[in-house]
């Protein structure tokens, strides 16, 4: 390789779905289809021109209409990826944390388990599957997904454990990029809000 090459990387860029009423009200949703709002389709819309200055070698989406749709009006036909729907939160399902806080003081997803839903084992296998798929096909990967696996898929690339999502915020429909920097995981952008700027050949 000559000095002026650069070695290959990869990067996966992460898109959190528009807002739906669910979303807005702070009910966990994971399993349950629900659509997005007018907000949510405008959001996603305003990430077509944010987004289509980048070459993408590969677009992934969760299999929720969420996602999906979020896709379709960015701009994108993506391939469905099982491995990256939301956090399965079982009984806990359609309600926020405010209300699970009346019978599990100071419960957080990170810190304590969801009734019937999936453990952060579970979910942190599936979301490896993910990170070594996108580093094994190398180039940049672009992803529809949800705040919680969009979270942890964060942390997993970065080598983190899967708690350490918690500190990655994420609005809907903003995208973050992780990428390398001479072989360190890094992240390069998050939680770029709309009017932010995309411009990557």
């Given at each position: 390789m000559s000095a002026e090459q650069e070695p290959e990387t990869s990067e996966l860029w992460l898109v959190r779905h528009g807002e739906t009423e669910w979303s807005r009200s702070w009910k966990h949703t994971s399993v349950t289809d629900v659509e997005l709002t007018a907000l949510g389709r405008e959001q996603a819309e305003a990430l077509r021109p944010q987004l289509s200055g980048v070459r993408f070698d590969r677009v992934w989406s969760s299999p929720r209409r969420r996602a999906l749709v979020t896709a379709e009006l960015a701009g994108f036909e993506p391939e469905?990826?099982?491995?990256?729907?939301?956090?399965?939160?079982?009984?806990?399902?359609?309600?926020?944390?405010?209300?699970?806080?009346?019978?599990?003081?100071?419960w957080t997803v990170w810190?304590?388990?969801?009734?019937?839903?999936?453990?952060?084992?579970?979910?942190?296998?599936?979301?490896d599957r993910v990170v070594e798929r996108a580093r094994s096909l190398g180039g940049r990967t672009l992803v529809f997904a949800h705040a919680h696996s969009l979270r942890v898929l964060a942390a997993r690339w970065l080598g983190l454990e899967v708690a350490d999502g918690r500190v990655f915020a994420i609005d809907t429909a903003t995208y973050s990029v992780l990428g390398d920097d001479r072989g360190q995981p890094?992240?390069?952008?998050?939680?770029?809000?709309?009017g932010g700027r995309a411009s990557r050949a």
């Open positions: 469905v990826v099982e491995d990256v729907v939301e956090w399965n939160y079982g009984e806990y399902e359609g309600i926020t944390t405010q209300q699970i806080r009346q019978t599990v003081p100071d810190s304590h388990p969801t009734p019937g839903g999936e453990t952060a084992e579970q979910l942190g296998a599936r979301l890094v992240v390069q952008q998050w939680n770029v809000q709309q």
